[in-house]
Nanobody, 119 residues
Framework: QVQLVESGGGLVQAGGSLRLSCAAS????????MGWFRQAPGNQRELVAT???????NYADSVKGRFTISRDNAKNTVYLQMNSLKPEDTAVYYC?????????????WGQGTQVTVSS
């Protein structure tokens, strides 16, 4: 069974840093694009950053220059280094991964990890 397990969330002061990790397992063919999304109370879930299997990255404008996404394909793990955090970064952060299959890849999600940035 495919599973994504996130870790690394918490409470930090504005200007601080956090590193999120997401370990994926259960896919015999591995994972294609992996990424991070976030959802603040009352808001829709939004893209934060994605990274392809080959390492191509994509970031939301709001986090460019502050967040860095990376992955270790051998460990099926994706990371999000978050620097210069702002109160508006407060949200539940969800890991997303596209599960590779012979036919019909599909997306799966982690359970979410809370990030709270105090001013």
């Amino acid at each position: 069974q495919v599973q994504l397990v996130e870790s690394g969330g918490g409470l930090v002061q504005a200007g601080g840093s956090l590193r999120l990790s997401c370990a994926a397992s259960g896919s015999p063919f591995g994972f294609n694009t992996m990424g991070w999304f976030r959802q603040a109370p009352g808001n829709q879930r939004e893209l934060v950053a994605t990274i392809s299997r080959g390492g191509s990255t994509n970031y939301a404008d709001s986090v460019k220059g502050r967040f860095t996404i990376s992955r270790d394909n051998a460990k099926n793990t994706v990371y999000l280094q978050m620097n210069s955090l702002k109160p508006e970064d407060t949200a539940v952060y969800y890991c997303n991964a596209r599960v590779r299959r012979v036919l019909n890849d599909y997306d799966t999600w982690g359970q979410g990890t809370q990030v709270t940035v105090s001013s």
